[in-house]
């Protein structure tokens, strides 16, 4: 009965006549023969990579997501240049509860001012603080330039009138003074190329030497990000050991015995060593990608669970070693290639975006992924043949009722399993339309922490922490000078302010506004742009001529051709600066103008990335979904199984996004790059399951065509076994990453509850509806062979 | 009468082989100050400003400098009256020096024709947007900073003291290296230091020329290490001792350019 069936499927389960398996196959035999030359070669190769790591440089600025050719880098760059503009700015805000208008906390600004401005890599000329912040007043015929605050006020009176000097002009408050006068602030420039965590833990030095009511917050991009940095490779050095120690204690509680512990872990680390070697080798930078390549590898390393599983069956079984060994090699070697094949095939997309962190990142697990396997078939064999038989495996061999009872469920009741997850499905698609592509990263950092706080604490009272421009450019030199020109940056200042993300805008038009008041003895009604160019022109010559030409600088080019229009933001979404730029486009389209309008700044870099990185990740998604259904369609020699074993991945895919979608978590990098992830390897599962199942009939000569009740049998044999194997892996890897759920950075967060919840319904998927759907198509999946 | 001893000991200095212990770092700048910004009873200029920003884009400015010392005192008069750019021509500034205290300054705005006097910090203001301050371009008091003489040397082939500077007070410098004409009591170079010792601007003078018997920085140029701004300054038309008046130096002048003298 069994011959018709195994006829057609020969070259699929008899070792030898597929040449890969025969060169694993001799490759294993050689290493049974040979482990101490395999464990020398090993040695060799690990020290010769272990030799690149101190060359290890890091690169922890998201900016370099995007190359530095990008069209917005090489725009934003082109901003600051001719604007004379700082990259970074850390801004330090000091609140009172009552008032920060008064004698004592004016010392302490003026003194943290002081301290600040000796601190290293700080652009000290451009500081801002009431103490050296310019400020031009009428008095009489006088016209005063100097400081807002060159001498202490220490008196009522005096107090009164700084207060005065401060709300009388706009381009203070809601800068350097909240319109409740318990906030104001100090703008800390930094040189390029200065470490903004740096600066800001020497600021937050200066700051904890002054006692008081005030409170005092630390905020900014570079803040953010320089920390966000320093903080990743912390975590990378605590939790990658912890989730290595976790895998240890798992596996030895699996196994009970410390022989599959000690190889996985040694393998893991093996893989790891010379992944990193090589990326830090070839001088890539460790970016905040290729920082999780440790972790990842990890994760990747369990697979070689299954060889433990089944060598755990195969040694009570035969009872010899070496032959249990060979035996076990031969029965998971395709499953196992194939998962890697599938794993190394999900990261390789990642070669083909366009960000280069990205690409090395997806490189270095293709390679790490294919070091793994090819340890799987030379130092585990070899490990194995030194420990002995006992220590291997010590627990009782017994299949897991549980997985029989999963396994049978999804057998007996195919119709109940598939309606189940129908609905499943439909609620998963309606919680993925509700997902929101949006990057933030100050929302990287845990809602309470220090960096959090201090950006809500600012956002709340002054213009904002997030800065976007809007270049305004003429068509010739000189034309910034024209009336109508600041008259039409003006409105759109007003149109910008209308949205409520934006706290404070900023140009040209304010400081001839403020100039032309000035002039005319502080008459409010003067605080307007003036009819004429030619005195418009006077106005920024005497500006010039009083103040710092930076300032001038800041918000006007050099020929006078384009103005600059500073945007405070008080969120950093990216999607903040979308709204700026819809707004922007509005204002143009209602007032058409022969003027060209284009937003930049950090903020709008931000924008930027968050589309084209994410849309980039979202595309590699897809892109990685087709790739694996070829291997797939490749590894069974059959669509239909293929289109099988494709169920429990998107099945799990969709529940995991609609949840995110529910849970209304936006779909940024962390979340984007693990959707790569999640393809290699929740299809494991699959490969696993079918590849044995077939194995399995093929093996006992069922007919599943027909006999259902074999085909059953076959389906909670699969479910017991190889997939106490499945369940194993999950397990595992669910437990590893579970560390992560414990970090301060959300993103790690993320990435472990994403992973220990991907892994677990996908094991699950595949124990529960793998035997329901091919129960109800067997008549579709085993056409082959049963025509007689 | 202390200029003809000043002569005669510039003679005899220059005359004699030169040991450190023989001018004070106080009286090398004392004379370089006196030479650079007080040569002749008066002077009249044009003078071209040229700002290069660090992409090389370039804002100019032309004017016409009349300058006149009162007597001995040390007080002295300066008029400038920009040409150019054209959308502020007629735009004027009035200085008046005095030795130990601020100057004051007028500055005349055609558009709205108003005269206002401009209270601001002379050493850390810019002038029209330049890398000299108001101080660069109207001098500074030799007590301002304690002069120190570090060595002799040789500049572009002219004999120099390289003195060191150091504000008493509070300055946007630290220190400050000047590089003085030991004949002609130029400064030939100036470098300017910030606290942590990093260079912030450094001052040359490209071309020196005898104009009427004084020797005479026709083209400076004053670079800013920061930022990477420059300004450069040609000296043209000099005559020193035309007899300007003091009453020229006036707000009725200021509004009313003297056209015998700014054409």
């Not at chain 1, 799990?652 to 936006?666: E, M, P, Q, R, S």
């Amino acid at each position: 009965m069994a011959a018709p069936f195994r006829k057609p499927l020969p070259h699929f389960f008899r070792p030898g006549r597929d040449s890969l398996d025969m060169q694993l196959r001799s490759l294993t035999q050689f290493s049974l023969a040979r482990p101490r030359l395999i464990f020398a070669l090993v040695l060799l190769i690990t020290l010769a990579f272990l030799a690149q790591l101190p060359k290890i440089q890091t690169n922890t600025n998201p900016k370099n997501m995007l190359p530095p050719t990008s069209e917005v880098r090489v725009w934003n760059d082109s901003v600051d240049r001719t604007f004379a503009l700082y990259e970074d700015t850390i801004v330090v805000g000091i609140v009172h509860p009552a008032s920060v208008l008064n004698t004592a906390t004016l010392e302490k600004v003026r003194d943290i001012t002081a301290g600040i401005l000796r601190i290293k890599g700080v652009a000290g000329r451009d500081v801002s603080s009431f103490t050296t912040i310019d400020n031009v007043t009428a008095a009489g015929p006088d016209l005063k330039v100097a400081p807002l605050v060159t001498k202490i006020p220490k008196n009522e009176a005096e107090l009164q009138a700084l207060r005065q000097h401060l709300f009388e002009n706009p381009l203070f408050v809601d800068r350097i003074i909240s319109r409740d006068e318990k906030t104001t602030a100090i703008y800390v420039p930094l040189e390029k190329g200065a470490n903004g965590k740096e600066a800001a833990d020497r600021i937050r030095e200066i700051l904890a030497g002054y006692q008081g009511e005030e409170q005092y917050y630390v905020a900014g991009d570079p803040v953010a990000r320089d920390t966000f940095g320093a903080e990743m490779f912390k975590l990378m050095g605590i939790f990658s050991p912890i989730a290595g120690m976790i895998m240890f204690i798992v596996i030895y509680a699996m196994f009970r015995s410390l022989a599959p512990a000690a190889t996985m872990m040694l393998v893991a680390m093996v893989a790891i060593i010379w992944t990193m070697g090589l990326g830090i080798g070839l001088g890539f930078p460790i970016h905040i990608m290729s920082s999780m390549a440790p972790v990842f590898l990890m994760a990747i390393a369990t697979d070689s669970i299954h060889i433990f599983n089944e060598f755990s069956f195969r040694l009570r079984e035969s009872k010899d070693k070496r032959t249990a060994i060979i035996e076990t090699m031969a029965a998971v070697s395709r499953p196992v290639r194939y998962t890697a094949l599938a794993t190394a095939a999900g990261f390789a997309v990642l070669l083909f975006m366009q960000s280069v962190p990205v690409k090395v990142f997806g490189g270095l697990i293709v390679f790490g992924t294919l070091v793994l396997r090819l340890l799987s078939f030379s130092l585990i064999p070899a490990i194995l043949t030194f420990v002995r038989e006992e220590k291997i495996v010590q627990e009782e061999i017994v299949a897991n009722r549980t997985l029989q009872h999963l396994g049978a469920w999804g057998a007996r009741r195919p119709k109940t399993a598939v309606a189940i997850s129908a609905v499943m499905i439909a609620l998963a698609l309606f919680g993925m339309s509700h997902i929101a592509v949006n990057n933030n990263m100050v929302a990287w950092f845990k809602p309470g922490s220090e960096i959090r706080n201090a950006d809500a604490v600012i956002n709340r009272a002054l213009g904002g922490t997030s800065l976007g421009y809007v270049v305004v450019s003429t068509s010739e030199p000189e034309a910034i000078k024209q009336p109508q020109t600041l008259r039409y940056i003006e409105g759109l200042q007003r149109h910008l302010e209308q949205l409520p993300v934006v706290g404070k805008t900023s140009s040209v038009a304010d400081y001839v506004k403020r100039i032309n008041r000035v002039l005319h003895d502080d008459d409010p009604r003067f605080d307007t742009v003036p009819d004429e160019a030619d005195t418009i022109a006077q106005y920024l010559f005497l500006f010039s001529m009083s103040a710092k030409p930076s300032d001038l600088d800041n918000v006007v080019d050099y020929p006078f051709q384009q103005a600059n229009v500073w945007v405070q933001l008080k969120s950093w979404d990216a999607a903040a600066m979308a709204s700026v730029i819809q707004s922007m486009q509005e204002y143009q389209r209602a007032y058409p103008a022969n003027l060209e309008l284009r937003p930049a700044g950090i903020a709008y870099f931000n924008f930027v990335w968050n589309h084209e990185v994410l849309w980039d990740m979202v595309k590699g998604f897809v892109l990685a979904l087709a790739v694996v259904l070829l291997i797939l369609i490749f590894n069974f020699r059959s669509l239909k199984w293929a289109l099988v074993g494709y169920v429990p991945l998107l099945f799990t895919i969709l529940i995991i996004y609609g949840a995110v979608g529910f849970a209304g978590k936006d779909f940024d990098m962390p979340i984007s790059v693990l959707s790569c992830l999640s393809l290699g390897m929740a299809v494991d599962f699959s490969i696993h399951f079918i590849s044995r199942l077939r194995q399995r009939l093929a093996e006992t000569g069922v007919d599943a065509k027909h006999d259902l009740a074999a085909l059953r049998e076959a389906l909670v044999w699969t479910a017991a076994r190889p997939g106490k194997g499945i369940m194993r892996n999950a397990i595992l890897f669910a437990a590893a990453f579970s560390v992560m759920l414990f970090a301060p950075l959300t993103p790690y967060i993320t990435v472990g509850a994403f992973i220990v919840a991907m892994m677990l319904f996908s094991a699950l998927f595949t124990l529960l509806y793998l035997p329901a759907l091919i129960v109800l198509m067997r008549g579709w999946l085993f056409t082959t062979g049963v025509t007689k | 009468m202390k200029i003809f001893w000043s002569a005669l000991f510039v003679l005899m200095t220059a005359a004699l082989p030169l040991s450190a212990a023989d001018l004070s770092g106080n009286e090398i700048v004392q004379r370089s100050l006196e030479t650079f910004y007080y040569s002749g009873g008066d002077l009249r200029a044009r003078v071209n400003m040229k700002l290069i920003n660090p992409q090389g884009q370039v804002r100019e400015r032309e004017m016409t400098m009349l300058r006149l010392n009162l007597g001995q005192s040390g007080d002295q008069r300066y008029y400038l009256y920009f040409h150019a750019p054209a959308d502020v021509k007629g735009t004027a500034f009035l200085v008046w020096k005095y030795p130990g205290k601020d100057s004051d300054r007028w500055i005349y705005i055609p558009a709205v024709k108003l005269v206002k006097r401009i209270a601001a910090d002379d050493k850390r203001s810019s002038f029209v947007g330049s890398d000299f301050t108001y101080e660069d371009v109207s001098g500074r008091n030799v007590e301002d900073e304690t002069h120190t003489l570090l060595r002799q040397e040789a500049l572009g082939g002219r004999p120099v003291y390289v003195v060191e500077s150091r504000p008493k007070g509070v300055a946007d410098y630290a220190r400050r290296l000047s590089w003085i004409d030991r004949e002609r009591w130029l400064p030939l170079k100036e470098e300017y230091f910030d606290g942590h010792n990093e260079p912030l601007r450094t001052f040359t003078a490209d071309k020196v020329e005898q104009k009427n018997d004084h020797w005479t920085v026709m083209l400076r140029t004053m670079r800013n290490l920061q930022n990477g701004h420059r300004t450069e300054v040609v000296f043209r038309d000099v005559e020193y001792g035309v007899g300007l008046k003091q009453e020229i130096f006036s707000e009725r002048y200021l509004r009313d350019a003297p056209a015998q003298w700014v054409r």
